[in-house]
């Protein structure tokens, strides 16, 4: 499982995370973690995350598996994801409708996990893989206004605002999930308000890092 940095059980949770590319039209679960060649991998998880969301398109530029540091250097995704985990930096993707879609690849959500990815935040998700996100402990987040998609661009920094709530209550907080975006250069801020489907056990999931985390914990009491 992915080394945690951030202590999960924290008031500013998610805090100053950075947006990779958004992503452009269809990412499948290929999309993020491809088969083929790689399959001989799927027993290793630090080799078969080299091929995380490599198949995504950057909405900005059109390039398939690029992405820009904040000093404009570039990066294929999965390394630009690898170096700021290394440097303590989470991360999420901001991604358009049914992300997720195709075969219920597990690896496609346990990699970005690994890779430090917090947050999927979308247009819409495909159910399996919105399921399996959580599982991993990755939460998935869903646009209440789809436009706000486009207000957001790579290297942005990130606090959630509500999350925290939402996750000790259980999901039961009257607590609206909003992103707080500092646009990188400019520093504007704004908040996006974004829903959530965090059930009682899934928010167990996400405050431990994972489901299997979870278990483990109980197990050792």
């Keep these: 499982m992915a080394d945690h940095k951030t202590h999960l059980l924290h008031k500013h949770l998610y805090k100053n995370t950075k947006w990779h590319p958004n992503l452009h039209r269809q990412c499948t679960t290929d999309t993020i973690s491809a088969a083929g060649p790689w399959l001989k991998y799927k027993g290793h998880l630090p080799n078969i995350s080299a091929n995380t969301l490599i198949g995504a398109i950057n909405a900005a530029t059109g390039e398939t598996n690029v992405a820009y540091d904040t000093d404009s250097s570039t990066y294929s995704i999965p390394e630009l994801a690898a170096k700021w985990k290394a440097a303590g930096t989470e991360w999420l993707v901001v991604a358009e409708e049914n992300y997720g879609e195709g075969s219920a690849r597990e690896h496609a959500a346990l990699q970005p996990r690994y890779l430090g990815g917090r947050i999927i935040a979308a247009k819409s998700f495909a159910r399996i893989h919105e399921t399996n996100l959580k599982k991993q402990g990755v939460v998935p987040l869903t646009f209440k206004d789809k436009a ?35 646009k990188n250069g400019s520093g504007e801020v704004f908040e996006i308000p974004m829903k959530h489907t965090l059930s009682k056990d899934q928010c167990g999931f996400i405050l431990a890092g994972s489901a299997l985390n979870l278990l483990a914990k109980k197990a050792n009491k």
Excluded: K, M, N, P
């Design 148 to 182: 706000d998609y486009d207000r957001i661009d790579a290297c942005d920094a990130v606090d959630t605002v509500g999350l925290y709530e939402v996750l000790i209550s259980a999901g039961q907080a009257d607590e609206e999930v909003r992103l707080r975006v500092t």
